[in-house]
C-alpha cells in the first residue's frame, strides 16, 4: 500500500490542509509587515498582490503623542481609489500619552488583490507603529 507523497512531512497526526480564512494551508505565503510613521504622512504596510487575497489573523497599533490631543492613528484596508474598506484598529487621544492595542482575528480579516494595508497618523503629533500578521491564498 503506497502512501501519500508528502507523508515524510508528518510530525503526529494527518495534517490537515488549511481551512480558509481560519488558518493557512501548509503552501501559503506568510506575511508579516511592520512599520513606524512619524512625520503624519500615511505609510502604506503592505499592497495585495494581483490574483491573491490576504487574511490578517493578528495586528497591533501602538501610538505616542507627548503635546498633541484630539487626534488619532490607525491601521487600516484601503481600496485602489484609497477610500478606507475598514479600520483594523483606531485609537483617538484625548489627552497626550501612549495607546496600544494588539487583536487577533478567527476568522480572519480579508483584503483583496490590490487592497492597501496601511498606517495613518491624523498628525505629525503621533508617533504610531503598525504590524499585521497573516496569509496570502490566490483569489
Known amino acids: ?5 508528502d507523508q515524510v512531512l508528518w510530525r503526529g497526526v494527518r495534517p490537515v490542509d488549511g481551512i480558509r480564512g481560519v488558518w493557512p494551508a501548509r503552501n501559503s ?17 503592505y499592497v495585495v498582490p494581483a490574483g491573491k487575497k490576504l487574511f490578517i489573523a493578528s495586528s ?19 481600496d485602489t481609489a484609497l477610500a478606507v474598506l475598514y479600520d483594523i484598529a483606531y485609537i ?9 492595542v494588539t487583536q487577533q482575528f478567527s476568522p480572519a480579516l480579508e483584503a483583496a488583490a490590490t487592497d492597501e494595508v496601511r498606517i495613518n497618523p491624523s498628525s505629525a503629533g503621533v508617533e504610531t507603529f503598525g504590524a499585521i500578521f497573516g496569509w496570502l491564498e490566490d483569489a
Open 1 to 5: 500500500m503506497s502512501g501519500e507523497p
Open 29 to 45: 505565503t506568510r506575511i508579516n509587515k511592520s512599520g513606524r510613521q512619524t512625520t503624519g504622512n500615511v505609510l502604506v504596510l
Open 60 to 78: 497591533i497599533l501602538s501610538c505616542w503623542s507627548d503635546t498633541t490631543s484630539n487626534v488619532r492613528g490607525s491601521l487600516e484596508v484601503t
Open 92 to 100: 483617538l487621544f484625548t489627552d497626550p500619552g501612549m495607546f496600544a
